[in-house]
Every structure is written in C-alpha cells, then in structure tokens.
C-alpha cells in the first residue's frame, strides 16, 4: 500500500532561518505527492504538489519541495522562516489513476523570534 | 463563499449515543471524502466516494457508516459511540479521475465521546 514517513514531528526553528521538513514515499511506480499546510483550528489547505512536470515545485508563501526519485524524497524548504509559518504540515501521496489521498502523520513547525 | 461545508463544529456525545455528520460542496465534485485527525496520527481515511452512489472503506472504516445522498452531500453516521471515536473529522471533495487534483477541505467537526 501506498505510503509515507515524515520525520520529525516537531520541527523549531528561528525567524529567518531555513525551513526543512522531510517527506519520503513507498512506490515503486512515482505518484504525486503533495505538501498541505494546516494553521491552528482550520482545514488543510494545499502549498504545492507533484505531479512530474518538474522536480522543483514552488509553492505558495515561499515553500519549495524537491521530487527525488533516487531518495524516493519529497522534502518541504523555505529558504528564511517567517512567525507566520508555524503550522502543522502534511506530506500526502496519491497513485496515478486515483483520487485516494494517503497522509504523513504531519511535522509541527514552530518559529521563535 | 463556495467550498464545503460540515456541520456540527462541535458536538459531545455519550458512549453508545449516534449522531450524524452532515458534509456539502457546491463545487460540483465528483469525489467526496471524510478524514479524522488525531494527535501523532496525521489524517487517516475513514471512507470515501468516488462518485455519486459508490462509496469505499479507508484505512480506518470500522464503526462508520456512510451516504452519499446526492452529488453534493455525503455524511458520516456514528451508530454507537465510542470513546475511541473522539477525534477531529474534516471531510473533503475532489473534481476527480487523475490522482493529480487537489482536495478542497472543510473546516472540521470536532466530536467528543465521553
């Protein structure tokens, strides 16, 4: 079945450092994968998603995740953390052909000042 | 404003009690999903529908029930309540077909069973 692990559950870091939340999926066959962000007492909402058109996908609010098939890794950055980024964020992956979302247990960010 | 849309945000129920979680979307999708959260667990799939009148187990199905009434609803019934089912549900709607589109989520039900 598909799958994937998100190490870290709590991830610290300082205003302006570098953000890197990590993702890696079981397949065998490249699915797409997704990165959702979810801010205190609200449903998830999609920062970026894989779907092979390119490796380095941009998403929104400054995050950027990176598809490597060798590593079978699809790790969240932001190059400079803002207070505002504290959330908790999932990886999500789906096979080709389906729409059967499956979620990471999530990576809590915090961001101090 | 369209999306979708859960009712109740909040609800407490005794062990053993039923109730009922009502889901809409207004965005004519095809594929509808309920999801519960819980602490260190991420999201995990209760059921889903692909289209109007199918419906499939997730991962984690027993002690739900489903209906999708129409294109635009589907609920999520708790026959005999457990503790074990206090959790936070989001239901969620797709277009569909590809694997490739993006899930449009609701704001969450958050249901306590003492």
């Known amino acids: 079945a598909q799958s994937v692990t998100q190490l870290g559950s709590h991830v610290s870091v300082s205003e302006g450092a570098l953000v890197l939340l990590r993702c890696n999926y079981s397949?065998?066959?490249?699915?797409?994968l997704f990165w959702y962000v979810q801010y205190p007492n609200q449903g998830l909402q999609l920062l970026l998603k894989?779907?092979?058109?390119?490796?380095l996908v941009k998403g929104i609010n400054g995050f950027e995740a990176e598809f490597k098939k060798s590593e079978t890794s699809f790790h969240l950055t932001k190059p400079s953390a803002h207070m505002s980024d504290a959330a908790e964020y999932f990886c999500a992956v789906s096979d080709r052909g389906t729409d059967k979302l499956i979620f990471g247990t999530g990576t809590r960010l915090q961001v101090f000042p | 404003n369209a999306g979708v849309t859960q009712t109740p945000k909040f609800q407490v129920l005794k062990t053993g009690q039923s109730m009922t979680l009502q889901c809409a979307q207004d965005m004519n999708h095809n594929s509808m999903y309920w999801y519960r959260q819980d602490p260190g667990m991420g999201l995990r799939l209760i059921y889903y529908s692909a289209s109007e009148g199918t419906t499939d187990k997730g991962e984690v199905p027993n002690g739900y029930n489903v209906s999708r009434l129409n294109k635009r609803e589907f609920s999520l019934r708790l026959e005999s309540a457990a503790p074990s089912q206090t959790s936070v549900y989001f239901c969620?709607?797709?277009?569909?077909?590809?694997?490739?589109?993006?899930?449009?989520f609701g704001a969450g039900s958050r249901l306590t069973v003492l």
């Open positions: 969620a709607s797709i277009t569909g077909g590809s694997g490739a589109n993006v899930l449009t």
């Open positions: 894989y779907t092979s058109a390119a490796t």
């Open positions: 397949s065998s066959v490249p699915p797409y």
